[in-house]
């Protein structure tokens, strides 16, 4: 496990393992989670990129009775 130090202007550098682990590269997005006393990133995919990810999803919704 790397440890980063927080920077005066509260910056982090993202240790190069994890950079290349998920395939970060500069300018990409990401999202921060307070959860559960810690700090969560996730990276921010594109809609484009979500593209079939629901392929083969169940979309049938049972109904009540008197719904028809």
Not at 8 to 35: D, T, W
Not at 38 to 56: A, C, D, H, Q, T
Request: proline share 7%; hydrophobic share 40%; no cysteine.
């Amino acid at each position: 496990m790397d440890a980063v130090t927080v920077s005066p202007k509260f910056q982090v550098v993202i240790p190069l393992a994890v950079r290349r682990a998920l395939g970060l590269v500069p300018g990409v997005k990401l999202q921060v989670i307070n959860f559960e006393n810690r700090i969560e990133l996730i990276p921010v995919r594109s809609s484009k990129s979500l593209r079939g990810s629901l392929r083969g999803i169940e979309t049938s919704v049972p109904r009540d009775r008197d719904r028809g």
